[in-house]
């Protein structure tokens, strides 16, 4: 089987024309997974020149830290917009350092009272958010007796409402009732 690529390359049973038979722009030009333009490196020379492997080789990663402390700072950055609290804890206790003009481990431990004095206030802070939930649920629950059942509607209309009350025919069910209050 014959393929014309034009005025390019021509291709016979996957043999590929050499480099000196293409044009200037179209050499080292590559094609995946079959090559119609060919290179002056082999399979083997591209595999260990290329920059970008499909997955990482066992040696490359022995030895190396995952830890955050070990992270580069665009990372911990881009880390720490993404909500990662340890990352945005990282660039905390590097601010410090420099700040302070101190080591790292002085730095852990300001950072750490610095932790410890917020801990202190959380729960403070964080009740005006329980009070909020439980005023809400309580209004919640009490409102469901207030609009389906009877007496409670009656009561509520005597005290404050004053509307007109439906015939006791119209008040069998309480989805009637519900109907009327609402």
Known sequence: MKVN??????VESGIVCSNEQLPGWARNYKTAP??????????????KNSAVTSKPMLNSIMGKSFEYHHLDYDVLLSLSAQNDI?????????????????????????????DDTNDKFRKTVAYPYFITIGIATF???????????????????????????????????FLEVGAWSW
């Open 139 to 173: 209004c919640g629950l009490i409102s469901i007796p207030m609009v389906f059942n009877e007496s409670t509607c009656l009561w509520f209309n005597e005290r404050y409402v004053t509307m007109d009350i439906p015939p006791p025919s119209d008040l069998d069910t």
């Open 5 to 10: 690529l034009g005025p390019v390359a021509s």
């Open 86 to 114: 340890k990352a945005a804890k990282e660039l905390l206790i590097r601010n410090i350092m420099v700040t302070d003009k101190i080591e790292y481990d002085d730095a852990v431990q300001i950072f750490s009272k610095i």
């Open 34 to 47: 079959g090559r119609y333009f060919s290179s002056s490196l082999t399979d083997e020379e591209e595999s």
